[in-house]
């Protein structure tokens, strides 16, 4: 049995104190109990808000994070730092951080090997960008994106895996994939993991869809097979929206 989790990734939104006014109001509110409510805050928020879940089922997450526990790399924030503020989830290779920030599958799986040697549990991201999908080529890039992305991570490690399958032309732009489309690949994706890990890490291993998740949306993805959970963004900043959509 697979938990669902659905994670607000609010990017780079929200001060220290918004953010404490948006977190409180979503612990306030009725959450569904079967499903892992995460949010994933912008790192000068952490701290704060991390006080404020204390005691609730709500689990932090950072947006990225460097591979190396500490180092001369100016402006980074490194795993270790994360790991004391006590984080859960750490989001790695979100698409706005490989287009604008060159993140490479490369550094995607540095960073979820990283985050795993601290206990911090990766949401990995992939998806295809518009371009490709007209060119028919979504299953081959993120079957490249899978398997460079779990390269060197073992079995074992699976169950502390989430996977994010975000459509860039879906994210921010008000156009969600079709339930089924996004079914198939996060169906594609399972089987990708089938094949390098077995059916046991197959069945284990949670996929989240992300890319205009919205209240009116959630449950037609939920009810697919493959789907586990959303990557949320727009809809995560406002409480009544995430909360609406933790409870589908
Ligand atoms: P969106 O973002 O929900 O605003 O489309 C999703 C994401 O980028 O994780």
Redo the contacts with the bound molecule.
């Keep these: 049995m697979r938990i669902p989790i659905i994670a607000g990734?609010w990017?780079m939104n929200k001060t220290i104190s918004e953010s404490t006014y948006l977190v409180n109001e979503i612990k306030e509110s009725h959450l569904r109990e079967d499903v892992e409510v995460v949010v994933a805050v912008p790192f000068t928020s952490l701290t704060e808000v991390k006080k404020a879940i204390e005691g609730t089922r709500i689990k932090l997450a950072a947006q990225n994070m460097h591979w190396e526990g500490q180092g001369a790399y100016t402006g980074e924030i490194s795993p270790l730092m994360l790991k004391e503020i006590g984080i859960d989830y750490c989001i790695i290779g979100?698409?706005?951080r490989r287009q604008y920030f060159n993140e490479t599958d490369e550094t995607v799986n540095k960073k979820a090997i990283a985050a795993l040697s601290y206990s911090i549990k990766p949401i990995i991201?992939v998806g295809e960008t518009l371009e490709q999908r007209e060119k028919n080529e979504e299953e081959k890039v993120v079957e490249e994106q899978i398997l460079k992305a779990f390269e060197g991570i073992e079995e074992g490690q699976i169950k502390d895996i989430v996977i994010?399958y975000?459509p860039v032309w879906?994210?921010?732009?008000g156009r969600t994939a079709s339930s089924e489309d996004a079914n198939k690949m996060c169906g594609f994706i399972r089987k990708i993991i089938g094949y390098k890990y077995g059916e046991q890490a197959a069945k284990t291993i949670r996929i989240q869809y992300?890319?205009?998740?919205k209240p009116t949306n959630i449950k037609e993805l939920m009810d697919m097979d493959h789907i586990d959970g959303a990557?949320?963004?727009?809809?995560?900043l406002v409480a009544d929206d995430f909360v609406k959509i933790v409870n589908y």
């Design positions: 990734n990017k979100h698409s706005e991201c994010a975000e879906a994210i921010g732009t992300g890319g205009s998740v990557l949320v963004g727009g809809a995560s």
